[in-house]
Nanobody, 119 residues
Framework: QVQLEESGGGLVQAGGSLRLSCVSSGSRFYFDDMGWFRQAPGKQRESVAVITKGGVTTYADSVEGRFTISRTYGKNTVYLQMDNLEPEDTAVYYC?????????????WGQGTQVTVSS
């Protein structure tokens, strides 16, 4: 069974930085897309950043230029470097992996890690 485990969340002041990590286990194939999503209280879950197997990255407009997504190839791990954090970045951050394997789609989620940015 595939599992994703996030770490690195916490409490930080506005303008500070955090680095989130996501480690996977149980997979027998290399994930196509890995990404980070977040959900703030009372809001829908939204995409923050995604990185493809080929290294192409996309970011939400609200984090462009402040966040950087990266992944370690061959290990199905993904990171999110978050700089110049703002109180609006406060949310639970979820790791995601999705794509196709053995002619079937997959969509895996971690349990989430809390990020709180104080003003």
């Amino acid at each position: 069974q595939v599992q994703l485990e996030e770490s690195g969340g916490g409490l930080v002041q506005a303008g500070g930085s955090l680095r989130l990590s996501c480690v996977s286990s149980g997979s027998r194939f290399y994930f196509d897309d890995m990404g980070w999503f977040r959900q703030a209280p009372g809001k829908q879950r939204e995409s923050v950043a995604v990185i493809t197997k080929g290294g192409v990255t996309t970011y939400a407009d609200s984090v462009e230029g402040r966040f950087t997504i990266s992944r370690t190839y061959g290990k199905n791990t993904v990171y999110l470097q978050m700089d110049n954090l703002e109180p609006e970045d406060t949310a639970v951050y979820y790791c995601n992996a999705k794509g196709w394997a053995y002619k079937r789609p997959y969509d895996y989620w971690g349990q989430g890690t809390q990020v709180t940015v104080s003003s």
